[in-house]
């Protein structure tokens, strides 16, 4: 690095799970939530603890770690000892008589994994938000209540619900809040930074990936006062790419090939899987990952590469053993690890200067999100929020039928459900919690229409542990 332009490495991990407990199990619902806590939260809580690393927590992602402290934590186990342990247990056996001896003892081997997921989520409590809380050195940033895509969203109201909702439930559960936000999707238009101050937001991460003559390692001041950390994407996608990226090397397991159960003991080469090769390739490539970045950093500058947290453990099974030897390799090249407020006050952030509209998506824009295949999800978010918009304008009462209304509409704005149909990722999965949502709101919104006679029952304001710290008064405010 630059004697004279000091430089650092910021990774940044956003932590995001759409609202999926409680809605569904398998193949899509809330097991994605049980494999994501079991094979990345809690293998991550003992990586991170004492490292210099920020960490986004989306408040649905929280809202589902907060339920499991109760009934859903039971499930969560239920599915570990029952449904995981009898599934590898098969299909090892289904494997030896076989002939695949190799593949049946790494399926007798991964095993192993849902036994210690079970006994850590039990060591700490079934407490996974106290246990991010307690993280030593990790910064932790908020986002929006149910990760919208704020550039879409159609009304002040509707954005105000979204930001207030996520930092209010972020300061009630961790106590404070330093002002680092995650945007959903990294999705930005210009003038969005003074919603984002209005919040309290004091830095958020923008793909300016492709504008000429943008200094990728220089944040950016906005006139707002926010500063936009850029991503940079010559570094992510050392990671964060199919083709050419760590992850797809042929040591490594490989995600998609399954077994009858859906387990998944072969590498990416097409052979039984060895997960001390595996491991030994992670802290080879960590050390490739710092050297490189230590190269990009020679003029200094703060190195932004931002994550999807679940590639670590999920997407890429090696993952956390990768970013274990990052966290120790970097200090040893001399690389500086700092959180993102650490950087920023290492690294002097540019003037004010034209942010481009962008994503971390699809050709950088909001076509995921926003585009004829996936109209059914944008209009129909739209129109939802323009209708709860306006009927909160014209009553708050029935309260309950309100605050149910407010809650189907953050369900409604999640990014998940338009990026599962672009991408066919869960069948009709998205385009059923979409009705789902709808005809739940269309019936909070005649309970609220028809105010005068009060219904009966009374609307259930809960949309089970969804947004419990969900602030009307962005609705109701003038």
Same mark, same amino acid.
């Given at each position: 690095?630059?004697?004279?332009?000091?430089?650092?490495?910021?990774?940044?991990?956003?932590?995001?799970?759409?609202?999926?407990?409680? &809605?569904?199990?398998?193949?899509?619902?809330?097991?994605?939530?049980?494999?994501?806590?079991?094979?990345?939260?809690?293998?991550?809580?003992?990586?991170?603890?004492?490292?210099?690393?920020?960490?986004? =927590?989306?408040?649905?992602?929280?809202?589902? $770690?907060?339920?499991?402290?109760?009934?859903?934590?039971?499930?969560?186990?239920?599915?570990?000892?029952?449904?995981?342990?009898?599934?590898?247990?098969?299909?090892?056996?289904?494997?030896?008589?076989?002939?695949?001896?190799?593949?049946?003892?790494?399926?007798?081997?991964?095993?192993?994994?849902? #036994?210690?997921?079970?006994?850590?989520?039990?060591?700490?409590?079934?407490?996974?938000?106290?246990? $991010?809380?307690?993280?030593?050195?990790?910064?932790?940033?908020?986002?929006?209540?149910?990760?919208?895509?704020?550039?879409? =969203?159609?009304?002040?109201?509707?954005?105000?619900?979204?930001?207030?909702?996520?930092?209010? !439930?972020?300061?009630?559960?961790?106590?404070?809040?330093?002002?680092?936000?995650? =945007?959903?999707?990294?999705?930005?238009?210009?003038?969005?930074?003074?919603?984002?101050?209005?919040?309290?937001?004091?830095? $958020?991460?923008?793909?300016?990936?492709? #504008?000429?003559? $943008?200094?990728?390692?220089?944040?950016?001041?906005?006139?707002?006062?926010?500063?936009?950390?850029?991503?940079?994407?010559?570094?992510?996608?050392?990671?964060?790419?199919?083709?050419?990226?760590?992850?797809?090397?042929?040591?490594?397991?490989?995600?998609?090939?399954?077994?009858?159960?859906?387990?998944?003991?072969?590498?990416?080469?097409?052979?039984?899987?060895?997960?001390?090769?595996?491991?030994?390739?992670?802290?080879?490539?960590?050390?490739?990952?710092?050297?490189?970045?230590?190269?990009?950093?020679?003029?200094?500058?703060? =190195?932004?590469?931002?994550?999807?947290?679940?590639?670590?453990?999920?997407?890429?099974?090696?993952?956390?053993?990768?970013?274990?030897?990052?966290?120790? @390799?970097?200090?040893?090249?001399?690389?500086?690890?700092?959180?993102?407020?650490?950087?920023?006050?290492?690294?002097?952030?540019? @003037?004010?200067?034209?942010?481009?509209?962008?994503?971390?998506?699809?050709?950088?824009?909001?076509?995921?999100?926003?585009?004829?295949?996936?109209?059914?999800?944008? &209009?129909?978010?739209?129109?939802?929020?323009?209708?709860?918009?306006?009927?909160?304008?014209?009553?708050?009462?029935?309260?309950?039928?309100?605050?149910?209304?407010?809650?189907?509409?953050?369900?409604?704005?999640?990014?998940?459900?338009? &990026?599962?149909?672009?991408?066919?990722?869960?069948?009709?999965?998205?385009?059923?919690?979409?009705?789902?949502?709808?005809?739940?709101?269309?019936?909070?919104?005649?309970?609220?229409?028809? !105010?005068?006679?009060?219904?009966?029952?009374?609307?259930?304001?809960?949309?089970?542990?969804?947004?419990?710290?969900?602030?009307?008064?962005?609705?109701?405010?003038?």
């Amino acid at each position: 690095m630059s004697e004279g332009r000091p430089g650092a490495l910021a990774l940044v991990l956003h932590s995001h799970m759409p609202y999926v407990e409680g &809605f569904g199990t398998w193949p899509f619902g809330e097991e994605w939530l049980w494999e994501a806590v079991a094979c990345v939260y809690l293998p991550l809580l003992d990586v991170l603890d004492g490292a210099p690393v920020t960490v986004g =927590l989306t408040p649905v992602l929280c809202d589902q $770690f907060e339920a499991m402290q109760g009934e859903a934590g039971e499930r969560y186990l239920r599915f570990l000892r029952e449904i995981r342990a009898s599934i590898h247990a098969a299909d090892a056996k289904g494997l030896e008589l076989g002939g695949e001896t190799a593949l049946a003892a790494e399926v007798g081997r991964a095993a192993g994994d849902y #036994v210690q997921a079970d006994a850590a989520f039990e060591r700490r409590g079934r407490d996974l938000l106290s246990s $991010f809380g307690a993280l030593q050195r990790v910064e932790l940033w908020t986002s929006a209540a149910t990760h919208a895509v704020l550039p879409l =969203l159609a009304t002040d109201a509707g954005l105000k619900l979204q930001m207030a909702t996520g930092a209010a !439930s972020h300061v009630r559960r961790f106590g404070e809040w330093r002002g680092g936000f995650w =945007l959903p999707e990294c999705a930005y238009a210009p003038g969005l930074e003074r919603e984002l101050a209005e919040h309290g937001v004091s830095a $958020f991460c923008v793909d300016q990936t492709g #504008v000429e003559g $943008f200094d990728q390692l220089r944040p950016v001041a906005t006139e707002a006062g926010p500063v936009a950390v850029p991503v940079d994407w010559a570094t992510v996608e050392l990671v964060w790419n199919d083709r050419a990226g760590y992850p797809a090397h042929r040591t490594y397991r490989d995600y998609h090939r399954r077994t009858v159960h859906d387990l998944k003991p072969w590498n990416n080469g097409g052979g039984a899987y060895d997960r001390a090769a595996a491991e030994a390739l992670a802290r080879e490539h960590a050390r490739d990952f710092v050297r490189r970045a230590g190269e990009r950093l020679e003029k200094g500058g703060l =190195l932004c590469c931002a994550l999807d947290t679940e590639l670590l453990g999920h997407w890429w099974y090696e993952g956390p053993v990768w970013l274990a030897a990052v966290l120790e @390799e970097a200090p040893r090249a001399g690389v500086a690890l700092v959180t993102v407020s650490e950087g920023l006050e290492l690294v002097e952030p540019r @003037e004010p200067t034209e942010l481009v509209a962008s994503t971390w998506g699809t050709d950088k824009n909001l076509s995921t999100w926003d585009s004829p295949g996936v109209s059914e999800f944008a &209009f129909g978010a739209r129109h939802a929020e323009l209708r709860t918009v306006s009927a909160a304008a014209g009553a708050a009462e029935p309260r309950a039928a309100l605050m149910r209304a407010a809650r189907e509409l953050l369900a409604l704005q999640s990014s998940d459900w338009a &990026f599962m149909s672009a991408r066919e990722l869960a069948a009709d999965y998205p385009q059923r919690r979409l009705q789902s949502h709808q005809g739940a709101l269309d019936a909070a919104l005649a309970a609220l229409a028809d !105010s005068a006679r009060a219904p009966e029952p009374e609307p259930d304001p809960r949309l089970r542990d969804l947004a419990p710290d969900l602030d009307l008064a962005s609705l109701t405010t003038p």
